[in-house]
DNA sequence: AATGAATGAGACTTCATTCAT
DNA sequence: AATGAATGAAGTCTCATTCAT
């Protein structure tokens, strides 16, 4: 995860002309970002560390990216792209739909705890905190979480369930864990995203 | 909710000498803090921000509270006192362990998505992005997360059942909620506190 | 000239609350301001200039004003007031309409090329350079402009006479001489006044 | 008019060993200059504006001139060499002193008003504003105005005229007008031409 | 001749805070 | 209790220029 190659998709968010040099260190600017985004969070960072970060100066900066929000939504960008392919390459060997759900649970929150920085800030980055970029992190978020409307849409369940109640509170919960979650002490995510995947099932009354 | 009177254990922490007066006006000062810090978060909101808000220079403010960091402490610290008192109150009159959960759900979740400005930054703020105020924000929080484990424990449940891996996940959809809650369209916070806590008990296998 | 009192006027467009306190800074600044963009220009100039010519951090100069082209047009604003006064009362005691016309070129070059830093802005500066600054700028050289319109139509010319020609050779002229006019050698602002005028009333063949 | 070779005289001030191939880019560089420094002035046009007129990277502008002061010389000189061309073959037919006065101002006003980029640079930009420039922006321009001094001692006039002072009147004139001419609305620049030859020449009260 | 990347200085502006009055 | 002014650090970003390839 966190991989340092530019997927041709951002390339396109870049400034224009960048990426066509093989040793552009465009993606090490992306990964620090990254990385300091989803510790610090979008204001809590400034172009300055980020730059710092790769041994740069902060004006070289914007031979890559045009300006501090362009590489927010390029590393918010890749984060959907990343967490959307570890979810998928967890469910795909699967049939079973609660075993999907839960490969999935356990992908997402192994991504946003511990794997992926490009995850972490799509989960850490709210788009209405920074107007400039909503539109795209909005247009990708909901990207992502259409996944999620599939993979709930394929549980066996009584009519007239609401799914769309339970992939919210499920999402919530999970995404939430970022604010509690210390990596040392309890629980795995591995453990929790079962956990919430089966109270999610049977609830609290019926234990497996 | 949400009232002007600034209690006691605020007085505490603003400037030394100030708020003895009975027209002190660092109660409004509060009021905007909260506002403010709720629809734009801390780092997202200045000092001129509240200042303006109630018709003060930026420098006026510093009468009243010592830093930023104070004023966000202040109202931090009344937020949890004012969700905690909505939950209680609301509990209070209840005995059934259920309902009073499903009491406590609906409490939350109107405080944080709809009533009280001061209960949203609780939810909204991250205690770690203001590290000056991070202790005493976490130690409040602690509090009323103790209000929930208190709740959870109260329900009959079978042995060996991991409340705490559900009051996680129930506080978890709840304030995550207010990152794509809209006012406007769907459900109330009322229905879907009630949603939540009917998944938590029963699972999507067993619908009421 | 280029004296240090802030007319109401020009309070209008600083920063809210400031030239309430008889001891504000603005009015040095203005008149800072008003060298430095004289001398070199508006992008010539920067905020750290003029904010060093007060003794001031550049920081410093936004509690006065809002923005660096605020600050362009509260110098610009005055220094069409300036003219417009030096023009104004250099003619009302003539009634001769050539003698106020002659009174007014007088009045204008010593404006722009000697006594008033301001003025020499108003000739010095382009609107379009500065689009934000552009509108307010283009009004108040029309209010000037209109004071010209008025001083031709005074004289009793042969019908048909294009005066806008006149006006515009006239003025241009005398605006130009910004461009070549040294004060050490030659002729002195008035004389030279004196010859634009007697030139565009009798031409050069038909001499005094 | 704005041919694109390059003169002989231009290649003296470009980076050495340029410019020697016959398919140099340089004279679109040149182009391009004069365009935007017309439009926009020196200071308000980047390197990077010019190089992208022509489809190239900022670096690569290195590759022909060595400095963007370079390249205003080299488009002020041909500014004024054009110009030159343009009056001289203008007066070049004609023998009366008056016709051939009133022909450069055509010419002059034409180049600085509507045909010529280079030209308009000459009147736009003022020399003491790219001090490293000014040295050879002055030398060109006294050149011209060498011309128009001649232009104006072949008038016959009554001993004792003040032929400087006309000259200086109706040049700035002339070149003031870039300040306010318009394409689209009211006079020609020839006809402007006239109009000020012709009050220059006779006066407002003696019309023709 | 041209490129992509980087430099380094400096641009305007914001902001929490201080302080004499 | 409040003000107007100032501070000082830091913010994002621009720009002419350089240089290895």
Redesign the interface.
Known sequence: MATSRASSVLAARVTP?ASVHANSRAPQLLDAAAQLFCR??Y??TTVRDIARAVGMLPGSLYCHFATKEDLLVAVYLRGVEQICAAVQSAVQPLTEPWARLEAACVAHLESILRDDAYARVVVRV?PA?VPAAAGSMTVERNRYEAMWSSLLAE?P??PR??RK??R??????????Q??YRPDGG?TPRK?AR??TA?????????A
Do not use: I, K, V, Y
Request: hydrophobic content about 45%.
């Open positions: 002309g610090h969070g204001e809590g709210r905190d549980l369940l009584p369930t609401d109640a339970a919210l509170m499920l999402l919530g919960a999970l995404n939430w864990s604010n509690w629980a929790l956990q919430f109270l999610l099932r049977q609830g609290l009354e019926n234990p």
